[in-house]
């Protein structure tokens, strides 16, 4: 078995999900996938178990009864990766706004030079988004800003969601006490990984918005990380106490 399996939540994304899982095969390092899909309407789930029957033993399924939530589906997908023995576990997006050829940057970055935790970052370079409208550019880029100031993380892209975890970070972190279900999810994992002094690091991304299918942002998702935030670092202070 590879050592490294990128974990892929899925809701409705049957425009995009077998050219992804196409995209990953072909790369020159190896990377077993497994694909969380929150009962789809629109059958992503059958087309994943077309392509497990091209490669059985690198895509892998879990189905889940509704949609969860972000948060939720990547908990599951961690802790069926811890189970099964890998070593180095990625999270990314289905709609390739994440291009899957970084996944070797973000791997190498964790494998060979010794990062616990490599993230993604849209802004380490300045601000690498592309076909995002500009507010929602301005948004995201002072919201991480702002979980800076609040948690006094340094990291650039603290909100992003394509990122690498050594599993020895992953078995650190008390998967069953996350809170978070949406944006402020992928803010709690790396705070929590802040607070336990694992060294993350960030390697430049470009982002670019989905072309097929449709967002699952929302204002009550970017709501939960702005209060949510506030909440973290109180709830550190307190055990600080």
């Known amino acids: 078995m590879?050592?490294?399996?990128?974990?892929?939540?899925?809701?409705?994304?049957?425009?995009?999900?077998?050219?992804?899982?196409?995209?990953?095969?072909?790369?020159?390092?190896?990377?077993?996938?497994?694909?969380v899909d929150d009962n789809s309407p629109d059958g992503t789930a059958a087309a994943v178990r077309e392509y497990m029957r091209?490669?059985?033993?690198?895509?892998?399924?879990?189905?889940?009864?509704?949609?969860l939530g972000l948060g939720t589906a990547y908990i599951?997908?961690?802790?069926?990766?811890?189970?099964?023995?890998?070593?180095?576990?990625?999270?990314?997006?289905?709609?390739?706004?994440h291009n899957p050829k970084d996944l070797v940057k973000l791997y190498r970055a964790c494998k060979d030079e010794g990062a616990d935790m490599a993230v993604g970052s849209r802004y380490i370079t300045?601000?690498?988004?592309?076909?995002?409208?500009?507010?929602?550019?301005?948004?995201?880029?002072?919201?991480?800003?702002?979980?800076?100031?609040?948690?006094?993380?340094?990291l650039r892209d603290t909100t992003a969601g394509f990122v690498c975890y050594r599993r020895e970070t992953l078995e650190s972190i008390d998967l069953e006490s996350i809170e978070f279900k949406g944006y402020a999810f992928q803010i709690e994992m790396k705070f929590k990984a802040f607070r336990k002094g694992f060294k993350i690091v960030e390697v430049p991304i470009v982002f670019v918005n989905r072309v097929l299918g449709?967002?699952?942002?929302?204002?009550?998702?970017?709501?939960?990380?702005?209060?949510?935030?506030?909440?973290?670092?109180?709830?550190?202070?307190?055990?600080?106490?």
Do not use: C
Request: proline share 3%.
């Open 2 to 35: 590879q050592d490294a399996v990128v974990i892929i939540p899925t809701f409705n994304e049957i425009e995009n999900i077998g050219r992804m899982l196409d995209t990953v095969m072909s790369l020159p390092v190896r990377f077993d996938v497994l694909v």
């Open 54 to 67: 091209r490669h059985p033993e690198r895509i892998h399924l879990e189905e889940r009864k509704g949609k």
């Open 76 to 97: 599951h997908g961690f802790k069926w990766a811890l189970a099964k023995g890998y070593n180095f576990i990625i999270e990314m997006d289905a709609d390739f706004s």
């Open 126 to 154: 300045g601000v690498n988004v592309v076909n995002w409208p500009m507010g929602r550019v301005l948004m995201s880029y002072y919201a991480s800003a702002y979980v800076r100031l609040v948690t006094g993380m340094r």
């Open 214 to 241: 449709t967002s699952k942002m929302s204002g009550g998702i970017f709501s939960e990380a702005i209060f949510g935030v506030i909440k973290l670092r109180l709830k550190s202070l307190f055990k600080m106490l």
